[in-house]
């Protein structure tokens, strides 16, 4: 065992981390409207926009969207193409889908409210481990075991200094120990806050981890010619392949796979060799 390793294990280093991390936070925590204003569906649509997509680009899609369908109930009435018509831009459409999704099943199986716990969130379209106790975390205060980005950042660079692959296995129970469970929320707000603290300070503490991988370039990417075509169904309607290849400039390979792949994850339907919008 290396020494950082050892040190990971002392609980005297677990009181230390713990009063920087809030220290921080009382010093340089950020403000966001779904802290500021508690509602267990404002926090599931703002886990779900910020899946894969930097917090400065939400904010103006999340008040939006609240402002639009406040409850899972009023996102169920909506359609799915004026949900995705908001969600351009965001990337990933899936994720509308998704949530769309979520917002059905809350409405029509939950009375209206967002589950409590992890395990009961999981069970909800496109919410993974991560997500799920994300959600009851900041809905509920429930404490939660979760990584991601800024948190996996924050322990790596104060538990691992000098240390290569580590794995998320080796930080789970740090948290588990390090986790508030009068305030897991706070925590956790204050957790994130130093890991993106960090990130700007300092080279990124997640090339230490075993899970770190680089994001591909999105242009020239599947997923951008996955999103060409969700946006000229939306702005131009359906369309057949041969013209649909002709508004977004695709061979018509690359526009076949691409649309299968859309079909697959209920995005698109195909009727009589016409592309649109699919509907659930």
């Known amino acids: 065992m290396t020494e950082a390793r050892q040190i990971a294990l002392i609980p005297e280093t677990y009181e230390t981390f713990q009063e920087s991390i809030y220290a921080h936070y009382k010093r340089a925590g950020r403000t966001f409207p779904w802290r500021e204003s508690i509602s267990p569906w404002g926090i599931l649509v703002s886990e779900f926009m910020l899946q894969q997509t930097q917090t400065d680009r939400v904010l103006a899609y999340w008040k939006r969207w609240m402002d639009l369908w406040p ?144 994001q591909s370039p999105f242009t020239g990417s599947f997923r951008q010619r996955r999103g060409a075509i969700i946006k000229s169904l939306l702005a131009q309607g359906p369309a057949r392949l041969s013209e649909l290849g002709e508004r977004i400039g695709l061979p018509q390979e690359d526009l076949y796979e691409a649309l299968k792949a859309l079909e697959k994850d209920s995005m698109v339907a195909e009727d009589g060799g016409i592309y649109k919008i699919s509907f659930f």
Do not use: Q
Not at 107 to 117: A, D, H, L, M
Not at 138 to 149: G, K, L, M, Q, R
């Open 71 to 214: 409850t899972a109930e009023a996102l169920n009435h909506a359609s799915l193409e004026a949900a995705l018509r908001e969600w351009s831009g965001l990337g990933y459409n899936r994720r509308c889908r998704y949530l769309k999704e979520c917002a059905r099943i809350i409405t029509e199986g939950k009375g209206g409210e967002v589950p409590r716990r992890p395990s009961e969130l999981i069970a909800l379209p496109g919410i993974g481990t991560y997500t799920a106790g994300a959600i009851a975390c900041f809905a509920y205060n429930y404490p939660a075991v979760f990584i991601e980005t800024n948190i996996r950042a924050a322990v790596l660079h104060f538990f691992f200094p000098g240390e290569e692959g580590v794995k998320d296995a080796d930080l789970l129970p740090i948290l588990e120990a390090c986790l508030d469970r009068e305030n897991p929320r706070k925590w956790y707000w204050a957790l994130m806050d130093y890991g993106a603290a960090l990130k700007k300070i300092t080279p990124n503490p997640n090339r230490k981890s075993a899970h770190y991988t680089k």
